[in-house]
């Protein structure tokens, strides 16, 4: 079965940078094809998709407040996925989850995987 597990957040300055990190294990031919997202969740929100990236990188997506700010890539060779989070501000605030699915379109509202999440604050 597919694991995801996301490292890389903790405590940064506005205007600060991060870089996410995903790793999955437990891949096999078939899910290296799947594409892979980052969603996150603030304090008593619901939780909102950030960006997606198809299984061989082609094609990503943003939503509106990360574009411009956000990359997310990933290494198919390392089984990983990243998110990259520059000029971050307080409102980016939130646990960052990794997430997968065969569907690049599903993934941006139900992906069938997912993953702990890793815990981003943003002082101000």
């Known amino acids: 079965q597919v694991q995801l597990v996301e490292s890389g957040g903790g405590l940064v300055q506005a205007g600060g940078s991060l870089r996410l990190s995903c790793t999955a294990s437990g891949l096999t031919f078939s899910s290296l094809a799947y594409a892979m997202a980052w969603f996150r969740q603030a304090p008593g929100k619901d939780r909102e998709f950030v960006a997606a990236?198809?299984?061989?990188?082609?094609?990503?997506s943003y939503t509106d407040s990360v574009t411009g700010r956000f990359t997310i890539s990933r290494d198919n060779a390392k089984n990983t996925v990243y998110l990259q989070m520059n000029s971050l501000k307080p409102e980016d605030t939130a646990v960052y989850y990794c997430a997968a699915d065969s569907w690049f379109e599903r993934i941006k509202s139900k992906p069938s995987h997912w993953g702990q999440g890793t815990q981003v604050t943003v002082s101000s």
């Open positions: 990236i198809s299984w061989n990188g082609g094609t990503t």
